[in-house]
């Protein structure tokens, strides 16, 4: 049977792509105010806004391809059995090959209506739909006549996903976790999930905020990182 490794991804994963991330310098929250594009107060206080934000960013990630790293993490599936956690809203791990991805924080390239909200029942998948790269603006509506709203998980929202993503790090043998910076819950303490003896390794060129003697830091751009931690799994293999 092959081992299982589970990766939690961020934003950093995508940066050797082009995309922005959120908290380093010239990061998507320097010039944005995450309260107004990313609460679910800022949608109902100003929609129209936060529909030119992720018009945006859909736009920007019909330009961009998977990079190395969302190659290597696909390249996992290989040899051992590969879970991706992602808290990204982009499409890089589907188009790199990755084939079991629970998307966290929901997906760009869809939509559904703004009726249904990540409440506590979740959001009814069959609602969901994709638009590709398009433009979503006010007046565009559901089938059922309702706005269309970003497939997104927005601050102030429950994170429907969080209960698959806790079982897939339990079962884990190895967690991987590459280029967050660990501020956002729950997301952020998924590792705490992790078995007694499970080895996680993390990817990240800046210090993180994870203390556990099972740590082990790559201190590394995604790119490189993921060669090393390849390097690391052959040496495991070998002992
Ligand atoms: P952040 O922008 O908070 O953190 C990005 C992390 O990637 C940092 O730790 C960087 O050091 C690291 N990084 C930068 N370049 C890198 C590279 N080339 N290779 C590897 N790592 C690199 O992004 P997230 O942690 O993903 O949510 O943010 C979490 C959530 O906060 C997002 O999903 C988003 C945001 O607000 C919502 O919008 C709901």
């Not at 994709?130 to 006010?138: F, P, R, T, V």
């Amino acid at each position: 049977m092959k081992k299982k490794i589970a990766v939690l991804t961020g934003a950093g994963v995508s940066a050797e792509s082009g995309i922005s991330t959120f908290r380093d310098s010239g990061g998507l929250w320097d010039n944005y105010n995450v309260e107004d594009v990313a609460s679910i107060d800022g949608w109902y206080r100003n929609p129209g806004l936060v529909l030119d934000f992720y018009n945006t960013r859909r736009k920007e990630l019909a330009s961009a391809s998977p990079n190395a790293a969302h190659l290597a993490i696909a390249g996992l599936e290989k040899d051992y059995d590969v879970t991706v956690i992602t808290q990204n809203v982009d499409n890089l791990h589907e188009r790199a090959g990755s084939t079991r991805i629970i998307h966290l924080h929901g997906e760009l390239t869809k939509v559904r209506p703004e009726d249904s909200c990540n409440d506590r029942d979740g959001f009814s998948e069959a609602k969901v739909f994709d638009i590709g790269y398009g433009e979503i603006h006010l007046g565009d509506l559901s089938p059922d006549g309702v706005q269309l709203r970003p497939h997104i998980v927005w601050f102030g929202e429950a994170v429907p996903k969080i209960e698959s993503a806790i079982d897939a790090v339990e079962a884990a043998d190895i967690l991987l976790i590459v280029g967050t910076s660990l501020q956002v819950y729950p997301a952020a303490g998924l590792y705490r999930y992790a078995g007694r003896n499970t080895p996680i390794y993390i990817i990240d060129p800046k210090d993180v905020p994870a203390y556990d003697r099972r740590i082990t830091h790559i201190r590394n751009v995604a790119t490189a990182g993921m060669e090393e931690f390849r390097r690391i799994l052959e040496r495991q293999k070998a002992d």
